[in-house]
């Protein structure tokens, strides 16, 4: 368990924000559509490494993927527990 801990304080804060900001977007719109808020989180995420490539920022894949790596999460958990899989 230590070892996770460690982990986890070793995660860039930038990159938990990222996570943090994809899952309560994915949290809030899914409370409409999982769908959509998975869609939503992909092209904001998308959005946002767009804007810092216009000079505003720092373009980085692993920023993309910690904005969407929680959402895919609790889109795959639905997935499984609604259609059985």
Do not use: C, Q, W
Not at 18 to 26: E, P
Request: aromatic share 12%.
């Amino acid at each position: 368990m230590k070892k996770i801990f460690i982990a986890l304080g070793s995660i860039p804060k930038d990159k938990l924000l990222h996570s943090f900001y994809g899952a309560l977007i994915f949290i809030v719109i899914s409370l409409y559509s999982n769908n959509v808020a998975l869609i939503t989180v992909v092209v904001v995420a998308a959005l946002k490494e767009y804007r810092d490539s216009k000079g505003y920022g720092n373009v980085e894949l692993k920023d993309f993927l910690a904005t969407i790596l929680i959402p895919v999460m609790l889109y795959a958990k639905h997935i499984f527990l609604t259609r059985g899989l």
